[in-house]
Antibody, heavy 123, light 113 residues
Framework: QVQLVESGGGVVQPGRSLRLSCAASEFTFNSYGMHWVRQAPGKGLEWVALISFDGSNIYYADSVKGRFTISRDNSKNTLYLQMDSLRAEDTAVYYC????????????????WGQGSLVTVSS | DIVMTQSPDSLAVSLGERATINCKSSQSVLYRSNNKNYLAWYQQKPGQPPMLLISWASTRESGVPDRFSGSGSGTDFTLTISSLQAEDVAVYSCQQYYGTPVTFGQGTKLEIK
C-alpha cells in the first residue's frame, strides 16, 4: 500500500524558514510527479507546488513563488518543501500527494495523500 | 489559471436523501481529442487527508460506493450522493487537471440535517 509520511512541521516565527519532508514508499517514486497541497484552518485545499517525476519541471502557486522551493531526492524516495520568509497566512496543514499518471510532467489527479504536517507561523 | 467554483459552500441533507454538489470551471476542462473531462472529486472526512473519489468527471475509484456519482461536461459538473449515509459527512472538493497548475474548488461541507 502506498505510503506518504510528512515531517518537519511546527511553530515558526514570521520571516523564518522551515523544511518539510515527505517519505514515500510502496511505489516507484522516481516515476511520479509529486505535489504539495495545503489547507489553512477551516479553509479549502490550495495547491502549492509540483515537481515532475525527474525533477525537470517545477511549478509554484503565485502565493509562494520566490519563497518556497520544492525538490526531490529519488535515491531516498523523499520529497521536500523548503519554506522561507514565512508569513502568518502560510499557516496550514501541508499535504504531500502523488500524481496518478506516471512519467508526466504537468500535474494530474492525485491518488494518494499523506496525513499532513501542521505549520504554524506565529510570533 | 483555471478557477474552480463550488456551490453551495455548505449543505445539510437528511439521512437517506439525495445530496448534490456543483462545481464550475472558468474554462472548459473537456479535451476534445479524447472527449474526456479532466475533473476529479475528493472527499475529506474530519481529521483526515483528502481521498480520491472520482476521476474523469464520472469514473468512481475502486471501493467507492455506487451511491456516489459524478456527471457533467465542459465547465459544469455535479457530484451526487443518491442516499446520504452518516459516514458521508465530509468536505467535498473538485479539482481540474486540464491545465497547469492543477486547481481546486473551495470545498463544500456536507452535514446531516
Amino acid at each position: 500500500q502506498v505510503q506518504l509520511v510528512e515531517s518537519g512541521g511546527g511553530v515558526v516565527q514570521p520571516g523564518r524558514s522551515l523544511r518539510l519532508s515527505c517519505a514515500a514508499s510502496e511505489f516507484t517514486f522516481n516515476s511520479y510527479g509529486m505535489h504539495w497541497v495545503r489547507q489553512a484552518p477551516g479553509k479549502g485545499l490550495e495547491w502549492v507546488a509540483l515537481i515532475s517525476f525527474d525533477g525537470s519541471n517545477i511549478y509554484y502557486a503565485d502565493s509562494v513563488k520566490g519563497r518556497f522551493t520544492i525538490s526531490r531526492d529519488n535515491s531516498k524516495n523523499t520529497l521536500y518543501l523548503q519554506m522561507d520568509s514565512l508569513r502568518a497566512e502560510d499557516t496550514a496543514v501541508y499535504y504531500c500527494a502523488k500524481d496518478q499518471r506516471p512519467r508526466y510532467s504537468s500535474g494530474w489527479y492525485l491518488d494518494y495523500w499523506g496525513q499532513g504536517s501542521l505549520v504554524t507561523v506565529s510570533s | 489559471d483555471i478557477v474552480m467554483t463550488q456551490s453551495p459552500d455548505s449543505l445539510a441533507v437528511s439521512l437517506g436523501e439525495r445530496a448534490t454538489i456543483n462545481c464550475k470551471s472558468s474554462q472548459s476542462v473537456l479535451y476534445r481529442s479524447n472527449n474526456k473531462n479532466y475533473l476529479a472529486w475528493y472527499q475529506q472526512k474530519p481529521g483526515q487527508p483528502p481521498m480520491l473519489l472520482i476521476s474523469w468527471a464520472s469514473t468512481r475509484e475502486s471501493g467507492v460506493p455506487d451511491r456516489f456519482s459524478g456527471s457533467g461536461s465542459g465547465t459544469d459538473f455535479t457530484l451526487t450522493i443518491s442516499s446520504l449515509q452518516a459516514e458521508d459527512v465530509a468536505v467535498y472538493s473538485c479539482q481540474q487537471y486540464y491545465g497547469t497548475p492543477v486547481t481546486f474548488g473551495q470545498g463544500t461541507k456536507l452535514e446531516i440535517k
